[in-house]
């Protein structure tokens, strides 16, 4: 099916959207003092360079013009205001453009694939603000989002018994209150503690089952966009780890070292 003149011209605004962010990282890396650093806006600016290579390659096929870029005065802001303060206080607002640029992507089928790599991107920006902590010591530390599971196992827990423990307590105080009868104070005690147990059970099953289907999607949408450039999504995860402070040598052996066992 032959594009429409919409389509066409939306291709040729994302190409130019791709432009902006090659002339914007290829600033940051010029104006950047750490040679790092400046590698890692290089390669986010080379990643830019295939996404406008695609919607070229889409208009050329379709017979339309490719648009002359010319750099837009807030790019140019951007660049004299990160070699005027530095790159880090600009991260922030590099980080919304690349969110900006995931939700203009989402829903458009000819992205396929280039959301996923604005997400990428957004992390080792967000990696390169926080660079200022301490370095991580293993590939524990790096995957985060271990943590991130165990924790909220932990925090469900502690705040089920929490609210258990103050809920029976309330009602066998208040069973007392009303009847100086022992057996019922512990009849309502054993009532409530099943009552209670049932509820949180119930609740935290479909928290947990709500969850882990997240989880399954989200992992099916990676699994697929691995199998679909393995190349480039091996790059972005080694990128990823370069702005959290590993050396690049390091970060791609790290890269190497997951993607030989996907699962």
Do not use: C
Not at 179 to 187: G, H, I, K, Q
Not at 221 to 231: I, N, Y
Not at 241 to 250: D, F, H, L, R, T
Request: glycine content about 8%.
């Amino acid at each position: 099916m032959k594009p429409s003149e919409q389509d066409l011209r939306r291709y040729q605004d994302n190409f130019l959207r791709e432009q902006d962010g090659i002339a914007l990282y290829r600033a940051l890396a010029k104006a950047e003092k750490d040679p790092a650093r400046a590698e890692i806006f290089e390669k986010l600016a080379k990643a830019e360079e295939r996404h406008a290579a695609r919607w070229a390659r889409l208009l050329r096929n379709n017979q339309a013009p490719v648009p002359v870029y010319t750099p837009g005065w807030r790019i140019l802001l951007l660049g004299w205001l990160s070699r005027r303060f530095g790159t880090q206080h600009l991260l922030p607002v590099v980080t919304g453009l690349e969110s900006r640029d995931q939700d203009v992507y989402r829903g458009q089928v000819e992205a396929r694939g280039i959301p996923a790599e604005e997400r990428s991107h957004m992390r080792a920006l967000r990696a390169m603000q926080r660079r200022g902590q301490d370095p991580p010591e293993s590939i524990l530390d790096l995957e985060g989002w271990h943590r991130t599971l165990y924790a909220g196992g932990l925090r469900a827990a502690v705040f089920g018994a929490n609210d258990g423990l103050l809920s029976n307590f309330s009602l066998m105080m208040g069973i007392a209150g009303a009847s100086a009868e022992p057996r019922f104070v512990l009849l309502a005690g054993i009532a409530g503690l099943l009552a209670g147990a049932s509820s949180m059970a119930a609740g935290e099953y479909v928290s947990v089952r709500s969850q882990r289907e997240l989880y399954e999607q989200q992992i099916a949408v990676e699994r697929q966009e691995l199998e679909m450039s393995p190349e480039e999504e091996k790059e972005e995860l080694a990128l990823i780890y370069q702005a959290k402070g590993v050396p690049s040598g390091q970060a791609e052996e790290l890269a190497d070292r997951i993607f030989s066992n996907p699962d």
